[in-house]
Structures are given as C-alpha cells and as structure tokens.
C-alpha cells in the first residue's frame, strides 16, 4: 500500500506541475498580435484608394509580423511569408464586393493627357 501511495504523489506531482506549464502555451499563443485595418473612407474600385488600402495593410502586416519575429526565436517564420499571411487574411476579410472594386482598381491604366 505504501508504494501504491508513492507512486499515486508522484503522479499527482508531477501533474500539478504541468498544469501551470499548459496554461502558459495557451497565454502565449493567445496574445499573438494583430492589427486593424480601416476602411473607412475608401472606396475600393478607386485605384488611388485600392492604393491607400494596400499601404495601409502593408503598414499593419509590418507591424504585426515584426512583432511576431521578436516572439519568435525559431528558424519556423519568415517575414516575407508572414506578410502574404496578412496580405490574404485581410483579402479574405473583405466583401465581394469590396474585392470586386479592388481588382477593378488592379486593372486601370492610368492615362496622361497634356494639354496646351
């Protein structure tokens, strides 16, 4: 009985002591950074505004993915990887109508006229 009991404190031990560990993982990978783009203002079909959005989210994915460099000392994460994430989560955010303006705004060429 006595080493039925040993073995059951070890056990429990060890268990107490892996809980606390369990629930540091789960703080750490639910403060990953993110970051908001706004709208507001643009209308996606102008390629002028597509532009400003485009800057916008490239700002934010800079932001984001140098945040996530500092938390992240493994050889798994690239900052050019970590910027076409963003750049597809926020595509993937918008309305279809929204993506429809901005691929109408990829499309026009713009044009010079001179005048005299």
Partial sequence: ???F???LT???TVTL???PALGLLQAAHAAEPTATVSLVGLNLSNPAHAAEFLARVDAASEQVCSA???NNPGGDFTMAGCKIAA???AASQLSSLQRQGLQ???RA???AVAAR
């Fill in 87 to 89: 750049h597809k989560q």
């Fill in 68 to 70: 996530k460099a500092r």
């Fill in 17 to 19: 002591a892996a809980v």
């Fill in 5 to 7: 009991m040993t073995s």
């Fill in 104 to 106: 109408m705004a990829a």
């Fill in 10 to 12: 070890a056990v429990a």
């Fill in 109 to 111: 060429t713009p044009t």
């Fill in 1 to 3: 009985m006595r080493k």
